[in-house]
């Protein structure tokens, strides 16, 4: 009888905890809404956004947001990097920008490269060298800020751009922060040495849209409505340029 009573329990308990499991799965996959991985909302109008105008952070334009964990974590960094670098500029140059933002961005390099390029799919991969499709971005996601400068040039030469990138490197990861577009990856976005990315948010980001890219791509793809999106070949160059991001982001 204990020991009818005692496997009886054991089956309950089981029951129970793949119940939660698969309920936690269930939800964990649903928990960022569709438009936030896409940057289809308004980050002014978003109570986990904070201007950073209100924050210690310089920035080079008004009006910049972030999510508020990585705005947080990110002025410790600011602090922390002046208190031995007073004389280097540490900037925030870009921070969240949303699809329209982004198709503004796209819409005018499309115009400009197409007295230029005569494909489609060749006008596109130019402007991913360095800027998104729109709903692509991580900068859609206010957990991914850019940093002074958004030249290599300036992070490989110039002689404060170097203290401030090898500190970035040695640093960053204590406050969360990675490098997306690190060397040595095999497809998608040039080196950035400027652009960082607060994992603990942004990685489940990027774990959620490569679920839907995997199993229901057009979920994504039909919101994707972009100057040329009908041009390219859109769902090879979304997965790409999302996915191929440093190892240590994920
Ligand atoms: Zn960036």
Redesign the pocket.
């Known amino acids: 009888m204990i020991k009818k009573t005692l496997k009886l329990k054991i089956i309950l308990n089981f029951t129970l905890i793949s119940t939660l499991f698969s309920y936690s799965t269930i939800t964990m996959a649903h928990s960022i809404p569709l438009n936030k991985l896409t940057g289809q909302f308004d980050e002014k109008k978003d109570s986990d956004f904070i201007a950073l105008d209100l924050t210690v952070l310089p920035v080079n334009k008004k009006g910049m947001y972030l999510q508020k964990e990585p705005a947080d974590q990110l002025i410790k960094a600011y602090n922390d990097f002046k208190k031995i670098h007073p004389d280097i500029p540490f900037i925030v140059v870009?921070a969240t920008r949303n699809y329209n933002y982004q198709n503004g961005i796209w819409q005018r390099k499309w115009d400009a490269l197409l007295q230029k390029v005569n494909n489609p799919q060749n006008i596109a991969t130019e402007i991913l060298k360095f800027s998104s499709m729109p709903g692509t971005?991580?900068?859609h996601w206010g957990t991914?800020?850019?940093i002074t400068s958004?030249t290599s040039n300036f992070f490989k030469q110039d002689k404060k751009g170097i203290i401030l990138y090898k500190w970035l490197q040695e640093n960053m990861p204590k406050y969360g922060f990675c490098q997306a577009f690190n060397e040595g990856r095999k497809g998608g976005y040039l080196p950035?040495e400027?652009?960082w990315s607060y994992k603990p948010i942004a990685s489940k980001y990027i774990a959620q849209y490569k679920v839907i890219l995997d199993s229901d791509p057009n979920k994504i793809i039909q919101t994707l409505t972009f100057t040329g999106h009908d041009k390219i070949k859109l769902l090879e160059l979304v997965k790409e340029y999302v996915l191929s991001v440093n190892s240590e982001c994920y």
């Open positions: 870009s971005s991580r900068h991914d800020v850019d958004v950035e400027w652009h």
